[in-house]
């Protein structure tokens, strides 16, 4: 879908936030981009986005050109609803920005609720909703114009653990569904290495891509608890304990 060749990023201050970063990433991946904080994860995902450019090297994508706001989805640690609309009409903005109609949305807007296990909340406010159902309003926002690639900006990391995990599971089966391409950023190795089909373990600052993991793991409940998963996991831990400062 996109091609990152030797990318990297000096803000204006001087500050060097990513380094010769390449990777060549397919349609339908799920991508996380794991590392620790301030490495540029959030800066990759801008990048990506178009909301910043890079100080050098450039991003290629396979359709010719940056995609538009409407071919990409993002999603923030923060769900961002706005407080005094309900889920139906937080999941509607996108469109609404767009000057669809709310009639011709509702169709869409009932779907995308539906598919992230609100369908009985369409009229609920955003204030009586939990932190895990926020979440699933700001991701049915984020796709309800099917955009090519989602970006996620450690959207589970404020939630608790047993929350976490059911979000964690259903993006899982989302993707699968959806078959798209997604860009995750954590911190969290046991998240990537739950979540994605591949992993960029990126370096502390500036920026760099330390390995690139494939996870051919088993799929449903089984995942988590597998031998390969937690081979995966070390091997993960294995690579920070080389890159990370002593
Ligand atoms: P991460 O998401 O991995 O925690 P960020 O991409 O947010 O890291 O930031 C990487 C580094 O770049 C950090 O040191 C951060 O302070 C710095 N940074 C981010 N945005 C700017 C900016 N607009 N100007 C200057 N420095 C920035
Ligand atoms: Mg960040």
Redesign the pocket.
């Known amino acids: 879908m996109f091609t990152l060749h030797a990318v990297g990023k000096t803000?204006p201050?001087g500050?060097r936030?990513l380094d010769a970063i390449t990777a060549e990433i397919g349609a339908g991946e799920f991508v996380a981009l794991l590392?620790p904080?301030?490495?540029?994860?959030?800066?990759l995902l801008r990048l990506l986005a178009g909301l910043e450019r890079p100080s050098d090297g450039s991003i290629s994508w396979e359709s010719g050109r940056q995609p538009g706001p409407g071919d990409i989805g993002y999603v923030f640690q923060d769900a961002t609803l706005l407080p005094w609309a309900d889920a139906a009409s937080n999941v509607f903005l996108p469109l609404r920005l767009r000057g669809v109609s709310r009639a011709e949305a509702a169709p869409r807007i009932a779907t995308m609720l539906e598919q992230v296990g609100l369908a009985d909340f369409a009229h609920t406010m955003p204030q009586a909703l939990s932190g895990g159902m926020r979440m699933r309003v700001s991701i049915a926002r984020a796709l309800i114009s099917d955009p090519l690639l989602l970006l996620m900006d450690e959207p589970f990391a404020a939630l608790d653990e047993f929350t976490r995990h059911r979000l964690q599971e259903d993006l899982r089966g989302l993707w699968r569904r959806s078959g798209k391409t997604i860009v995750f950023?954590t911190h969290s190795i046991y998240e990537a290495a739950f979540l994605a089909s591949r992993i960029l373990v990126m370096s502390p600052?500036p920026g760099r891509i330390a390995a690139d993991f494939s996870t051919p793991l088993p799929d449903g409940a089984a995942r988590r608890g597998s031998p390969e998963y937690a081979a995966l996991v070390a091997d993960i831990t294995e690579t920070f304990r080389r890159v990370m400062p002593a």
């Open positions: 803000f201050d500050l936030a590392g904080s301030g490495c540029g994860k959030s800066t950023v600052r």
